[in-house]
């Protein structure tokens, strides 16, 4: 299955620029922009089932509309990015998910992760 990109951003300069510089660093992978504010953006996420999902966090729709709880719920196995150009970082976000009937479950979580 092939990797894919989504950029979700109403800043359509910077989208277009993070397109262009990883489709020249990925070449196997299928890029595509959302603009936070059309009606059924979410819809079609849940669609798409991206890899990764790369939100922009300078964008104050993106800041107010996609809230990464609702994010992880409706696509669990979507890493989401948190790119903050304003701050030079950031952020994965998985909604990975493990049993967790005994404390060994959550010791052996936390060392999946050391």
Do not use: C, W
């Amino acid at each position: 299955m092939r990797t894919s990109i989504v950029i979700l951003s109403g800043q359509l300069l910077f989208a277009e620029s993070i397109a262009r510089r990883l489709r020249q660093q990925l070449h196997q992978v299928n890029l595509e922009i959302m603009h936070p504010n059309h009606s059924d953006t979410i819809t079609q996420l849940v669609a798409r089932q991206p890899t990764f999902i790369i939100l922009d966090v300078t964008d104050l729709d993106v800041q107010r509309q996609y809230h990464l709880s609702e994010l992880l719920l409706l696509l669990p196995a979507t890493k989401i990015i948190r790119l903050d150009s304003l701050q030079n970082q950031l952020q994965i976000v998985t909604g990975e998910r493990y049993p967790a009937v005994e404390m060994q479950d959550l010791v052996e979580a936390i060392e999946h992760f050391i």
